[in-house]
């Protein structure tokens, strides 16, 4: 079946530390999308990516990474200068004008 | 004014009632409009996309006032699955594809 796969489910980062969360899908989608949420503030973008080799900050991108190297994987990483990761990361890709397909999300806690 | 505003709820209701939701959005320039659902700590799932002329997806309504720019979903003949939260989603205009998410409204069916 077709879909979109985040890993790690659970993430623990420690102080000072950078983790890289993985989203892979084989919709054939072009553009993917990083969104955050945290209780009480909605999905907020981080970065997305309309094409391979091409991305663009979203709201919240400072403390983030990202590479677009090929159509089926666009990985997220968070870096020590993000100051508060403790979040639910959504990864998700649309096709045409329908709406998002999401992964099922990892929760990164800071330890 | 936030871009898209929704009321958080709770909503409580019985099994079998109708509950109706609404959203308000502040860009009138807003091309596409979409309801998902979302289960506590899980992904969004798309529910339905909002089309001008109304759409009906069995016991759910979604209808559009462009003029008022709001959205609405209504729901029939509640079941306990669908509690949740219900999230409103404008799409701005541009190439991004940029989704602006309302925070969402929680439904609770009770037996």
């Known amino acids: 079946d077709g879909g979109i796969t985040q890993s790690p489910k659970y993430l623990f980062r420690k102080e000072g530390q950078n983790v890289t969360l993985s989203c892979e899908q084989n919709?054939?989608?072009?553009?993917m999308y990083w969104y955050r949420q945290d209780p009480g503030q909605g999905l907020r973008l981080i970065y997305y990516s309309q094409i391979v080799n091409d991305f663009q900050k979203g709201d919240i991108a400072e403390g983030y990474s990202v590479s677009r190297e090929k159509k089926e994987s666009f990985p997220l990483t968070v870096t020590s200068a993000q100051k508060n990761p403790t979040a639910f990361y959504l990864c998700?890709?649309?096709?045409?004008?329908?709406?998002?397909?999401f992964g099922s999300g990892t929760r990164l806690t800071v330890v | 004014r936030k871009e898209v505003e929704q009321d958080p709820g709770p909503f409580n209701v019985p099994e079998g009632a109708t509950v109706a939701f609404n959203c308000t959005y502040s860009?009138?320039?807003?091309?596409?409009f979409f309801w998902y659902r979302q289960d506590c700590r899980k992904e969004p799932k798309l529910l339905m996309s909002?089309?001008?002329?109304?759409n009906e997806d069995g016991r759910f309504t979604a209808q559009l006032n462009r003029a008022s720019q709001y959205i609405s979903l209504l729901i029939r003949d509640s079941k306990l699955s669908d509690s949740a939260t219900y999230l409103c989603?404008?799409?701005?205009?541009?190439?991004?594809?940029?989704?602006?998410w309302g925070l969402g409204t929680s439904l609770a069916v009770n037996p």
């Open positions: 919709l054939n989608h072009d553009a």
């Open positions: 909002v089309y001008s002329s109304g």
């Open positions: 860009n009138s320039a807003s091309q596409s």
């Open positions: 998700a890709s649309i096709a045409g004008t329908t709406g998002y397909t």
């Open positions: 989603v404008v799409s701005n205009a541009g190439n991004n594809r940029k989704l602006i």
